[in-house]
């Protein structure tokens, strides 16, 4: 019967047991307050139900130390949540090593997925069982919510800047994928499924699929054919900085700030290249707003997460 | 006449105390323009009662609509647009204009005044333009509801909200703009009274706490509601002239206007629910004939939910590109907000605890409150629990548990007080047994509507949906059939206050036996200026002194305790 009306949906990522593990004990805790207090509040209301007109109550104050009693109790057992949950969704948050990147693109209604090999797929994910994903995500008009129940995670998907979400499936089949932030009209229409798979069926998926050129290789063209190779290059008279072997590093602005050279830093100086300028360079960079579209920015990201790089960019070919 | 409010009651010559047939605040003048043009605390309490309760009708009809749809999985019966329309209207009518006002204006309105013995608020006329404001909001609103409504939810998240919506959000954000006011006026209308106006020998600790709840729902309304007006004038600003504030495609930042927006609507929960908690221990005292236990402890958590109330809005945002530490401050706190609940709710259950406890239908209220506000409590901390958020967020676990204490709590606690009160605001008693049937009847249904909804969350059907899997929907029809049922407990309970106002037993001045100025010294209904004339409110016991006699009997007879 519990087969037919189950209480959870199918566990299928490394984590979806360990938040289970904490829903029970929440719900563990819940239920024994819920029911003393239930049978507390019954016990009294029948015991010390009003019995002849004359009858009066005990004349009672309070009790501090009652009261310490039910501020420490609760407050402990909510630390406790404090603590697990927290160390659970920081585990969530640390984005694992080695992870194969995935690029996602949020629209009114759709999906947009995009493999490191390449491949696209709208609304639907294959991947292979066993190995962690990153998904780097954007939208390109209002705010979406990347949710698979059977992950146990989601991740909102903002426009103007990245988030990023990871998880490692660790049982085959086809699990939901549903949008769950209010996105418009059709927001309950921007599901599709996901698909896992094991490896090897995983790359005959992939050959099986049309494959266009790997978002490093896109952000190698766009370099060349946007013209940022002109200003952007190794020679001292360059108009900009040399980008290769930058990302992930820290760059000194000409207001004397700092800033890492992250995703939202390259997206930020493509669309407005003069806000944070770096020092010894001229404001001429045009912007590229309207001319580049967000997977081609996300191209750019890729491609300039490997270029110069002295290591194999993790991802390209995760192991 | 315009000087005399701050002065103590004088006795007024127009009420003539030999008149056989005792003039009260319901017959002391006719006429439509005696209650629209009125200054009198209760007959705007009267005049706010009747506007609530048409939102209510209105939030709720919204409501059993989307629940209609949501009884099979495919949107067969709305558009698309329409469910969304549908639930967004829902929420910003239940909560702007039904539930943030429902007890500070109807109840607050009419007691705070009687609990504290004085003769009305301290700015009548600014209590009455808050009532003529929240009209206007409500025209509003209605106004855009009827010329096609608006499709963004209650939540108004830009970029959405503010470039893509094709509905009118500029009309609903001006509507909300101007509602926010008249909150602000009603708080520091109830500031000023409680600070200024208590009769002599009514002291901060002898107060009964139902002031300190709404005086702690006051700080809370002018203290955030301002910010909600930034926020929505930012919004409208932004839609109406592209004023780059929340959208990145004009330079502005979409996850800003959540932290302004909840920066507002999380202290608002505590606006709703905190008059409700208050209510439920005058209740709680009366039904068990009892001093309210801790009764310094049940007042400071007021204030101090109101205080940790506005350093929690970030745990809506736990997945929303917020930073992972500020999440977990958030977190944090969210948990130190949970323990002045729970501590009301052990105080509570500790008055029942050798006193004369019975079961009429405020106190059926009030102990049904205790359960699903203590349900809606926990489930509350899966939310605040970063790791279980992940997964719970923005799915039906968060419908359900925002009901849980929004309805569970607030309503049960406003219904309570209604029955409570309802004797002294009309004179004639409701239907004691219809009463306590439809008591049950609200108590069940509510269960069967809401409870379902906590399994969906966690199953994973998100919130918001027009139409969902198939695996959804068993307990999505559980929670359609509840939800008849609670619309039907309503229903009648709205019947029989209508119908007591004209055949309800006539009521004494006490029927309760409580204590509390309003039950021991104001009459039923009450005059004008609250009290008899001529009689001084001097002050002398504490609050719930039920059982100070026996107490004092006792002692000088040399009986134990």
């Not at chain 2, 009518?93 to 609990?115: D, K, R, T, W």
Request: proline fraction near 5%.
């Amino acid at each position: 019967m519990w087969k037919d009306f189950p209480l959870y949906p199918e566990q299928a990522s490394t984590i979806a047991q360990p938040v289970d593990l904490l829903y029970f004990f929440l719900i563990a805790v819940s239920a024994f307050f819920a029911l003393l207090i239930s049978v507390l509040v019954v016990v009294f209301a029948a015991k010390y139900r009003k019995s002849r007109p004359d009858a009066y109550s005990a004349h009672i104050e309070g009790s501090t130390k009652l009261e310490m009693v039910w501020t420490i109790i609760p407050l402990g057992l909510t630390m406790v949540m404090f603590a697990w949950g927290t160390i659970l969704f920081f585990d969530q948050a640390r984005m694992p090593a080695g992870a194969m990147e995935f690029t996602v693109t949020g629209k009114q209604w759709m999906w947009k997925v995009q493999h490191p090999t390449g491949q696209r797929e709208i609304n639907d994910l294959h991947m292979p069982i066993g190995r962690p994903l990153r998904l780097t995500m954007t939208s390109e008009d209002v705010i979406h919510s990347y949710y698979i129940p059977a992950f146990r995670t989601k991740q909102d998907v903002v426009p103007g800047r990245y988030s990023q979400m990871w998880f490692e499936a660790n049982k085959l089949g086809t699990f939901d994928l549903f949008c769950a932030e209010y996105c418009g009209t059709k927001h309950s229409q921007m599901i599709g499924k996901v698909t896992v798979m094991t490896q090897e069926d995983y790359e005959r998926w992939l050959s099986g699929a049309v494959a266009n050129e790997t978002p490093v290789q896109a952000g190698e063209r766009l370099f060349t054919a946007l013209r940022c190779i002109t200003c952007h290059n190794a020679t001292s008279a360059a108009r900009g900085p040399n980008l290769a072997g930058q990302f992930g590093k820290e760059v000194e602005l000409s207001t004397g700030a700092k800033v890492t050279f992250d995703a939202d830093y390259v997206r930020e100086s493509i669309l407005n290249p003069n806000a944070k300028l770096v020092a010894g360079f001229q404001p001429l960079m045009p912007t590229f707003q309207g001319q580049v579209k967000e997977e081609d920015i996300l191209s750019l990201i890729a491609y300039l997460k490997t270029f110069g790089a002295t290591a194999p960019a993790a991802g390209s070919a995760a192991k | 006449m315009k000087s005399t409010v701050l002065t103590p009651p004088a006795p007024t010559p127009h009420l003539a105390p030999e008149a056989k047939e005792r003039t009260t605040y319901l017959t002391a003048d006719y006429g439509w323009k005696s209650w629209l043009f009125t200054v009198d605390h209760k007959r705007i309490a009267v005049l706010y009662l009747i506007s609530i309760m048409t939102f209510f009708l209105i939030g709720g009809a919204f409501a059993l609509l989307m629940r209609a749809e949501l009884l099979t999985p495919k949107g067969d019966l709305f558009e698309a647009e329409t469910y969304n329309k549908l639930f967004t209207m829902h929420g910003v009518v239940m909560i702007f204009f039904f539930l943030v006002p429902s007890i500070p204006a109807v109840l607050g309105n009419f007691l705070v005044p009687i609990m504290i013995g004085t003769k009305d608020l301290a700015f009548p006329k600014i209590n009455l333009l808050s009532w003529y404001i929240y009209v206007v909001g409500g025209a509003a609103t209605l106004f855009v509801a009827i010329t096609g409504g608006v499709d963004t939810g209650w939540t108004f998240y830009a970029p959405y909200s503010s470039t893509y919506a094709n509905t009118n959000v500029a009309g609903t954000a001006i509507a909300v703009f101007i509602t926010g006011f008249s909150s602000i006026l009603t708080g520091l209308n109830f500031i000023v009274t409680i600070h200024k106006m208590r009769a002599p020998g009514m002291t901060w600790f002898k107060m009964p706490l139902f002031l300190w709840a709404q005086y702690a729902t006051s700080l809370i309304m002018i203290l955030g509601t301002p910010v909600l007006a930034i926020t929505v004038l930012l919004l409208g600003l932004e839609r109406l002239f592209h004023i780059g504030v929340f959208d990145p495609a004009l330079g502005g930042d979409p996850v800003l206007f959540q932290h302004l927006f909840w920066f507002y609507s999380h202290p608002a929960v505590y606006i709703m629910i905190l008059p409700g908690m208050g209510v439920i221990s005058e209740i709680v005292a009366c039904f068990a004939k009892k001093r309210i236990f801790g009764y310094h402890f049940i007042a400071f958590s007021s204030l101090a939910i109101a205080i940790f109330g506005f350093l929690v809005w970030g745990h809506h945002m736990f997945v929303s590109g917020q930073s992972a530490y500020a999440g977990m401050v958030f977190s944090f706190l969210t948990m130190l907000v949970a323990i002045p609940s729970a501590v009301k709710v052990f105080n509570w259950i500790a008055t029942l605890y050798k006193g004369q406890v019975s079961l009429e239908t405020p106190m059926l209220y009030a102990l049904g409150f205790i359960g699903l506000f203590t349900i809606g409590g926990v489930t509350g901390l899966f939310l605040a629990v970063m790791g279980l958020d992940r997964h719970v967020h923005d799915t039906y676990f968060v419908v359900a548990h925002f009901h849980y204490v929004m309805v569970g709590g607030m309503v049960m606690a406003f219904m309570g007080g209604m029955h409570f009160w309802w004797s002294k605001m009309f004179g004639r008693m409701y239907p004691e047994a219809m009463g306590q049937f439809a008591a049950v009847v609200i108590f069940v249904g509510f269960n069967f509507t809401f409870f379902p909804q906590f399994l969906l969350g966690y199953m994973g059907m998100p919130r918001r949906y027009h139409q969902y899997n198939e695996e959804f929907v068993i307990l999505n029809v559980l929670s359609t059939a509840g939800a008849t049922i609670l619309g039907g407990g309503f229903l009648m309970s709205i019947c029989y206050f209508i119908w007591s106002l004209k055949w309800g037993k006539p009521a004494t001045q006490n029927p309760w036996e409580a204590k509390g100025l309003e039950w021991e010294k104001a009459p039923t209904p009450p005059p004008t200026f609250n009290f008899p004339d001529g009689e001084r409110i001097v002050v002398t016991e504490d609050a719930y002194a039920y059982t100070e006699e026996e107490a004092h009997d006792h002692v000088a007879a040399g009986v134990k305790k």
